[in-house]
């Protein structure tokens, strides 16, 4: 008995396999529109996710003819996001292909949770970390050679010196061969050999310190990950195999089924419901769809429905919540010891408010620090990138003329391909605070408002009751940080504003009528400068906006503004420079479709409106350079999708704070004696 690679499609390849001859099959198929492998007829490019879990229903069908009558079948499928960017829906690839394997004949024996303690980064704001997968344990017969154990497992993923995007690492294959009773002469099958990772872990296995004789069976499509297997595992056989035609369909997904509906009407900004059973659940679910659940919510509520004692069908039928008008962000796994549950983050399928989501207030503080004198960084020399404006361009530091002091923000001269401008360089450790540090005041009152304008609720003062964002007179006063105030005045003291461009010749003429000593910024040696070797680390600045304000704030008071002067829209867009026909409506909008005018935008449209000052378009316009390199974010990371130690009402006060109002929190921080 030997190793063996099959050279073929995953199905003819099954085909040649003797009957009841497998005993463990285990594997991690190409993921739905994950990567384009190359050749014609591949899985993993369907159309549409039911034609994925169709096809794959009908390869595992013959999977399950190889398998012994005690055999085990454990797969690892990753879910996926409907669409890349935005408010998506996420799918429940991994369950809806479950479900529909369940009714081809298999039986669902376990579903093991995949931690990765060393998950990609990711840099998404309103929704949770995808940190884990799912490893769905099949058996033919409820007589079989599983032993159950827990079904959570921390494995970190692994880093090969091969290209290739699946991240299956040898220390999960062996956690679940680990849990399987395995004899001298078993077969162990990968339907998707990648990389060889089962045949590694195989070949090890029969070199163990307990010896066990097991033997490999590979299939893979691809000729350069063939060579790649016989490489890492030794393998020496290989039998080529003809494609043969086979007949799949898309599956037919169900929709919620018809139960008695539980309205959950508890809080209008969100709702936090774990249930006991799939009995409890699946009615809360339904309870979504009625008249009264969704006139009782805020259109930007956000949902965390659950269920301890879940069932599969808990896990599929969820996802049809897509057809009621609601996207699921995340399935969030809460680990008991060595169990786990299911909470599932939801909210309305709209285009007019994003959802209520502060990241921030569970943000985890990064452990350790990364200790640098910030005051001493000299950064001539570095790359800027400026992200600002219509297009990007590059330019570099030549000159610092104000150094980091008391919280003020550094000034530096950046020259860009045949312009100058004077730029702000926020701090590294407080960049974040910064960008959101723009307070709005109510007109009448003074008091600092928690949230500048609500699209879709009352926009009324806390303390004194006044209506805001009725007319200009009732607008939000503004409050830029006293740090960026101060170094504005002290450069507009110097005959210089922050982020405009002037032409290299007229800011050689005005710099000599000026005080100030610069380098000549002909002569910088760039290769020799310390920020050019930071360049070379990663290191570099972005030139982008300086203050994070929401688009339907920005989006109501333009529109106040335009009322005053009784203009439209239209006429606007005639007063602007050719090519914003498509760009101006999109600043008065409040849903989705909108978008804020960029910096460069702000003097054009001042000037279209009639207007020469406005503390609120200059605040809109200001501009900073971002340090960018590989950190730790000050706020700290998000937290991501797996729950763990956190239970009762510890775990309902942690995702009510994601959605509930500003004030409410406030209270929550206090009763928490913070």
């Known amino acids: 008995m030997e190793d063996v690679i099959l050279h073929g499609d995953v199905y003819a390849a099954l085909n040649e396999l003797e009957d009841n001859s497998i005993k463990v099959a285990i594997t991690s198929p190409p993921y739905w529109k994950q990567r384009d492998y190359g050749f014609e007829g591949q899985i993993g490019q369907e159309k549409t996710p039911e034609e994925y879990v169709g096809r794959l229903v ?63 980064p990711s840099s998404v704001k309103d929704r949770f970390t995808n940190t884990y997968e799912p490893v769905l344990v099949f058996v033919k017969n409820k007589e079989n050679a599983y032993i159950r154990k827990g079904t959570v497992v921390k494995i970190p993923l692994q880093q090969t010196p091969w290209k290739h995007t699946a991240v299956f690492p040898e220390k999960l294959v062996e956690s679940m061969l680990n849990r399987v009773k395995l004899i001298d002469g078993d077969l162990v099958l990968d339907p998707f050999g990648g990389t060889g990772t089962v045949a590694a872990v195989v070949r090890r296995m029969r070199g163990g310190v ?11 499509k691809g ?38 509906p539980k309205e959950i009407l508890t809080d209008r900004h969100g709702e936090v419901f774990i249930a006991d059973d799939s009995t409890e659940f699946l009615s809360a679910l339904k309870g979504i769809t009625t008249e009264g659940f969704r006139t009782f919510h805020r259109e930007d509520a956000l949902y965390f429905f659950g269920v301890r004692n879940w069932t599969l069908e808990d896990l599929y039928y969820v996802h049809s919540i897509f057809y009621e008008g609601y996207v699921l962000r995340n399935m969030i796994i809460v680990s008991r010891g060595t169990s786990w549950y299911p909470i599932f983050m939801f909210a309305r399928d ?84 910064v960008m959101e540090g723009l307070k709005f005041l109510c007109p009448m009152c003074g008091v600092e408002l928690e949230e500048p304008y609500d699209p879709v609720g009352e926009n009324v003062c806390p303390k004194c009751g006044l209506i805001l964002w009725e007319n200009l007179e009732s607008v939000p006063k503004i409050k830029e940080p006293d740090e960026v105030i101060e170094a504005v005045r002290m450069m507009e003291e110097m005959n210089y504003n922050v982020g405009e461009n002037i032409e290299l010749e007229k800011f050689e003429e005005k710099r000599r009528g000026t005080k100030s000593k610069f380098l000549e910024l002909e002569r910088i040696n760039w290769g020799a400068s310390p920020g050019a070797r930071k360049t070379v680390l990663g290191e570099y600045f972005t030139k982008m906006r300086l203050y994070r304000v929401d688009q339907p704030a920005v989006a109501q008071y333009l529109t106040l503004l335009r009322k005053k002067k009784s203009l439209t829209i239209r006429a606007i867009v005639e007063r602007m420079p050719s090519g914003y026909t498509h760009t ?30 406005d503390n609120f378009l200059r605040a809109l316009q200001r501009t900073a350079l971002k340090f960018q390199t590989v950190k730790a974010s000050v706020k700290g990371r998000n937290p991501g999708d797996f729950i763990e130690n956190i239970d009762g009402e510890k775990l309902k006060v942690y995702l009510m704070k994601l959605y509930v109002p500003p004030s409410v929190y406030v209270k929550m921080l206090k009763e928490e004696g913070l």
């Open 223 to 260: 000729e350069e990950f063939v060579k790649i297997i016989q490489r890492r595992s030794g393998i020496k056989k290989v039998v080529e195999v003809r494609d043969i035609h086979y007949e799949w369909s898309p599956v037919i997904e169900k929709r919620l089924p018809e139960v008695p």
């Open 350 to 433: 709209t285009t007019k408010v994003p959802y209520k989501f502060y990241l921030d207030r569970i943000r985890v503080k990064p452990k350790t620090r990364e200790i640098r004198d910030w005051l001493k960084e000299n950064f001539v020399g570095m790359k800027v990138r400026d992200i600002s404006g219509k297009k990007t361009r590059e330019g570099r530091i030549v000159k610092i003329l104000r150094r980091y002091k008391d919280g003020f923000p550094k000034v530096v001269i950046v020259r860009w391909d045949g312009t100058v401008s004077v730029e702000f360089v926020l701090h590294p450790e407080q960049d974040e605070f």
């Open 210 to 220: 307990v010896p066990k004789k097991v033997y490999a069976v590979m299939i893979e």
């Open 584 to 613: 101006v409506g999109h600043w008065f909008r409040k849903d989705f479709g909108g978008s804020t005018p960029i910096p460069e935008d702000i003097p054009l449209l001042m000037k279209a409106l009639e207007i020469e000052e």
């Open 58 to 120: 009908k390869v595992y069908s013959k999977l399950r003819e190889k398998l012994t009558e005690d055999g085990v079948f454990f797969l690892n499928v990753g879910d996926k996001y409907l669409h890349r960017y935005g408010k998506s829906h996420l799918l429940q690839i991994p369950y809806r292909l479950a479900f529909h394997m369940l009714h081809d004949g298999w039986r669902l024996e376990d579903v093991i949770i995949w931690y990765k303690p060393n998950h990609m």
